[in-house]
């Protein structure tokens, strides 16, 4: 069964910095890309960034480029999300994701809430 658990979520002042780990199971991590998304209350989900573990081939939504960066340590099946000058409007939260073609999967999902 595949399963995605987010960990690393809390509140900081804005201009501090968080580290998100997705910790993922259940079938071959280097077979597909991982994405983190976020929901802020009363808005949809939007994508955030994503990562290739078998490329290492990123990509960012234009509102967090040059702020976070997602890496993966495929020795620990985990993929990261390192968030750093962090906005008041980065408040939401926080979900990694797995499309494996068969069907997508979500993880629980982590608050991050970031204090003016």
Do not use: H
């Amino acid at each position: 069964e595949v399963q995605l658990v987010e960990s690393g979520g809390g509140l900081v002042q804005a201009g501090g910095s968080l580290r998100l780990s997705c910790a993922a199971s259940g079938y071959t991590f280097d077979d597909y890309a991982i994405g983190w998304f976020r929901q802020a209350p009363g808005k949809e989900r939007e994508g955030v960034a994503y990562i290739s573990s078998s490329t290492s081939r990123t990509g960012y939504e234009d509102s967090v480029k040059g702020r976070f960066t997602v890496s993966s340590d495929n020795a620990k099946n985990t993929v990261y999300l390192q968030m750093n000058s962090l906005k008041p409007e980065d408040t939401a939260v926080y979900y990694c994701y797995v499309d494996t073609v068969r069907r997508e999967y979500w993880g629980q999902g982590v608050q991050v809430t970031v204090s003016a």
